[in-house]
C-alpha cells in the first residue's frame, strides 16, 4: 500500500531536480579517491553546484535573541561575524551569510527554539518572537536568500543560486499543546516541529532522563500525542525526532503516515547517550523512509570535547550502512554548539566533508547528492503527498485532557462554564 502512494511522488521528485538542475555549471566528475584534496574539493564544489546542499538546522536566531535582544539595527547578516562584536568572541557563532555562500549551502532551516523554562509560560509568545526575528532578520537580504516553504522552493532558489531559507521550530512545549497553534505555525511557514526539546511536554516524552519537568503520564507519547502526531501529517507539518526520547521516537514512527526527521543528531554506535539515535530506530527509519540529519557536536560524535571531521564521518557511513544511503543527511546544528569537529569549524565547511568523503570509493556523485539534499527533498516532497492524501481530514478539535496538565492549570486562562455563561 506504501509503495502505491510513494510511486507517483519518486517519479515528481525526479521530474523535478531534473527540470531544474543541471543548468549552467559544468558537470561533477568523481575524482578518483587518491585523488589530491584540492582535486578533491573541486570535485565537491561542483558537485554541490549541481545538487543542493540542504542543512537541518541551525541556531543562529536564538543567539540573535541572547545576544541583541531581537533587536537588529546593529546586524548585518551579510558581514562577516567574525570581525562583528559580540560575534568574534563567541564560540557559539559560526554563521553568517558571506559564509554560507562560501560553504555553498543552498537551503537552510533556520530554528526558531525556545527554552525548556519558558514551559507553560510566555513559551508561545517567545516562540512568535523567534519567528518575527527570522523573517526581519531575512527580509534585509532578500538579495541573497528567501523563506520558502516546499521542496520547489527549496529548488528553485537552489537554480537562481540563492539560499533558500526554511523555518523549524523546537521543540513541542512552544506549542502549549494546542492543535490550533500547530495550523497557525503552518500558515507561517514553519515546516517542521522538534516534538521535545530538553523537557518532557504534557504529550510526549523527551532523551534527558533527567529533564526536571513534569513527566508526561505515559511513556513515550500520550493518547493526546498520537493525536498530535495524526494533525502534523494532515497538515503537512514535517515531524522532527531529534531530542525526543526512544519511546516516542518508536512511537511517531508507529502511528505516522509520513516520512519523519531527525534534524540534528547523531548515532550511539560512536557516542551511547540517550540524545543520539540508537540502531533498531535506524531500522525502522527505513521502513518510514525517513531520514536522520546528522549533528556537528563534538560531545554527540565522541562523547568528548574533541572531534575531527572523520568522526562525523564515521556517523554518516553508520546511517548509510544501517538504513541505507537514502536515510542519512546533514544537520550540523551551527550556532547552537559550541564545539565543532576540527575540520568543519564554521558554515563554509561543508565542502570539506564532501572532498573527504570522496576518498572513499563507495561513495558515487549520485549517493553524495542524495546526502547533500536529494534525501531531504524526498522526505518533503513525500510529507506533502501525504497531506494531500488526507486533504478530506477535518482539522483535529481535540483539547489536551485537564489531567495532563494539571500542575500548571494555574498558568491558564480559565473559561466560565457553559451553564454559567448561559443562565
Ligand atoms: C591513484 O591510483 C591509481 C590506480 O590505483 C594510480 O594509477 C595513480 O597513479 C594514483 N594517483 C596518485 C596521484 O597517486
Ligand atoms: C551589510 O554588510 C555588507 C557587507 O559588509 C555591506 O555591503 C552592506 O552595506 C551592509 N548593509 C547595511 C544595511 O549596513
Ligand atoms: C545583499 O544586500 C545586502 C544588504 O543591502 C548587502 O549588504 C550585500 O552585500 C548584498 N549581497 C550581495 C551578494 O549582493
Ligand atoms: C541523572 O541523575 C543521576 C542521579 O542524580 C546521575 O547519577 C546521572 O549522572 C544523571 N545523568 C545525566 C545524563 O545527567
Ligand atoms: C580537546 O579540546 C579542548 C578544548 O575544547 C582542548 O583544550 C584539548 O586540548 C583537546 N584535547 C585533545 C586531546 O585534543
Known sequence: MKSCRLWPCTVGVVALVAAVCCSANPLPVRVPPNASLKERLESAKALLADSPLI?????????VRKFLHNKLHSFNLSDDLRNEKPWRKSIFSHTDLPRLKKGHVSAQFWSAYVPCESQ????????????????????????????????AGIMEEFRRGRIASLMGVEGGHALGSSMGV???????????????HKCHTPWAECSEINSTSPPANAKGLTPYGEVMIQELNRVGMIIDVS??????????????????LLSHSAVRKYCDIERNVPDDILNKIVENRGIVMISFFNNFLTCTDNATLKDV??????????AGVDHVGIGAGYDGIN??????????KYPDLFAELLTDPTWSLQDLKKLAGLNFIRVFTEVEEVKHQLLNEKPSEEIIPIHDIDAHWHCRYKFASLDHDMS
Open 339 to 348: 564545539r565543532t569537529p576540527q575540520g568543519l569549524e564554521d558554515v563554509s
Open 120 to 151: 507553560f509560560l510566555n513559551t508561545v509568545q517567545l516562540l512568535l518572537e523567534q519567528i518575527d526575528v527570522i523573517k526581519r532578520m531575512l527580509a534585509a537580504h532578500t538579495n541573497v536568500t528567501t523563506i520558502v516553504t516546499t521542496p
Open 313 to 322: 564521518v564515521k556517523h554518516i557511513n553508520h546511517v548509510r550502512s544501517m
Open 182 to 196: 500547530v495550523r497557525a505555525l503552518y500558515d507561517l511557514g514553519v515546516r517542521y516541529i522538534t516534538l521535545t
Open 243 to 260: 531530542h525526543t526520547s526512544r519511546r516516542t521516537a518508536k512511537d511517531v514512527l508507529r502511528i505516522s503516515k509520513a516520512p519523519i
Open 55 to 63: 542543512d537541518g538546522h541551525n541556531d543562529l536566531p536564538w543567539n
